[in-house]
């Protein structure tokens, strides 16, 4: 018998968005995210995965989308679609693209990840900071640097330690490989799987399906604004309509990469990101 699931630390139930009270983006989703765990949501473009994101953070009005119908809950307490009430409850973004204020020091970046959480007091905020500082070194080294002169990967750690400097219980990752280099990908993977391990949940928006799976615990893929498939991270991986749509291009990639080095190619679903 398989042990049972940890408690929900975000559920989300039966939910319905829609922009300009036209476009309906979203129809009939439900996720849980159990405490502690990943669950990573793909998908291609327009399938709804930022959406999702947005119900969750509370951010749909600043995109003329509201829900219709469904709630979000987390530990139990319904969200109503207020960002700072999202914080509060211990529910933060990174958003996609890093977004960080590149005219700050990095040291100004992670104070100002501070201020949404406004209950921590000083303790808590230095053992934030100093989680952050460990789990993160590069933060440390460049703390006087501007953000803005950092590399993407360096700007996406920074995105994240400044997230969890509001001591998060859900964090919200979006698209976090975006558009950096293989190793930095394979960087971010292990950051988050420690994230997760010191006791963070984690709900993983990706296109890149391959890392997204290989570090999440469970996964839904949406389509059209529906959930397609769901479960175990490790059997989506394994199935044969995942790695049609989602694991293709990774396969054929790595494929390539290692005939050019003389070795066997191993299964993108299979592989292990790790530093």
Not at 106 to 123: D, Q, T
Not at 144 to 165: C, D, P, T, Y
């Amino acid at each position: 018998m398989s042990p049972p699931e940890p408690p929900s630390a975000l559920s989300i139930e039966n939910l319905h968005v829609t922009y300009g009270r036209a476009v309906e983006a979203l129809r009939g989703v439900s996720l849980d995210l159990p405490a502690g765990r990943i669950v990573a949501v793909l998908g291609a473009n327009g399938a709804g995965k930022s959406t999702l994101l947005r119900a969750v953070s509370g951010t749909l009005g600043l995109h003329r989308g509201a829900v219709v119908r469904g709630a979000v809950r987390v530990g139990g307490q319904a969200l109503t679609g207020d960002p700072a009430r999202a914080v509060r409850a211990g529910v933060v973004q990174v958003p996609e693209g890093r977004r960080v204020f590149a005219g700050l020091t990095v040291e100004e970046n992670l104070r100002a990840g501070e201020l949404g959480r406004g209950r921590l007091g000083a303790a808590s905020r230095r053992q934030a900071r100093d989680r952050v500082l460990d789990l993160l070194p590069v933060l440390a080294e460049r703390r006087r640097q501007k953000a803005g002169l950092m590399s993407g990967g360096e700007q996406q750690m920074l995105a994240i330690g400044r997230a969890l400097m509001a001591d998060p219980r859900v964090l919200l990752l979006d698209e976090p490989s975006l558009g950096l280099a293989p190793r930095m990908v394979r960087q971010i993977g292990v950051i988050v799987r420690e994230i997760n391990r010191q006791g963070t949940a984690v709900l993983l928006v990706e296109q890149n399906a391959a890392m997204a799976l290989s570090i999440a615990h469970r996964a839904s893929v949406l389509e059209n604004g529906r959930v397609r498939l769901e479960g175990p991270a490790a059997e989506l991986a394994a199935g044969d309509e995942v790695r049609r749509l989602y694991l293709g291009a990774a396969e054929e990639s790595a494929a390539g990469e290692s005939t050019a080095a003389g070795t066997a190619p191993a299964p993108a679903a299979l592989t292990r990101w790790t530093a």
